[in-house]
C-alpha cells in the first residue's frame, strides 16, 4: 500500500473512533485530534473528555499504542487510552488496569449515590 492510502485509512479510522465517542460524550465534546500536529507538543488521535485517546488500525501491539498514549498524556490529567483494530477484527479499547479501577471507582459511586457522572470524570 501506499503512503497515501495508509494516511487515508487512518484518517478513516481516527473518524470512526470519533463518531463513536462523541455517541457517549456528544458531538460538541468530540473532535478529532489535529491532522498536523506540533511536532513539539504530543496531541491525542482524537480530542475526547477525560481520556487521551490514541489510535492504530492494522497490525498493532496495542501495548505500544498504550504506552505511546501514557507518555503524551502524561501531566495532563487525562486517562490514556489506546482504540486498536486488527484487519477484520472488532476494535478494542486498552487501558492500564490503575486507570481502569480509578474510572469504575467513579462510574460506581456516582451511581450509588443515584446521579450520573460528568461526562469529563469529575464531580457531578
Known sequence: MTATTERRRAELWRRFVARRLAIAFGRHL????????????????VDAPAFWVECAAGTV???????????????????????????????????????????LLEWWSAKERGSRPAPWGGAS
Open 30 to 45: 468530540v473532535r478529532r485530534g489535529p491532522r498536523f500536529p506540533d511536532p513539539d507538543k504530543a496531541a491525542p488521535d
Open 61 to 103: 501491539d496495542a501495548s505500544l499504542v498504550l504506552l505511546e498514549a501514557e507518555a503524551d498524556a502524561r501531566g495532563s490529567g487525562l486517562w490514556p487510552l489506546a482504540v486498536t483494530k486488527l484487519p477484520g477484527g472488532l476494535p478494542t479499547v486498552h487501558m492500564r488496569l490503575d486507570d481502569f479501577t480509578e474510572l
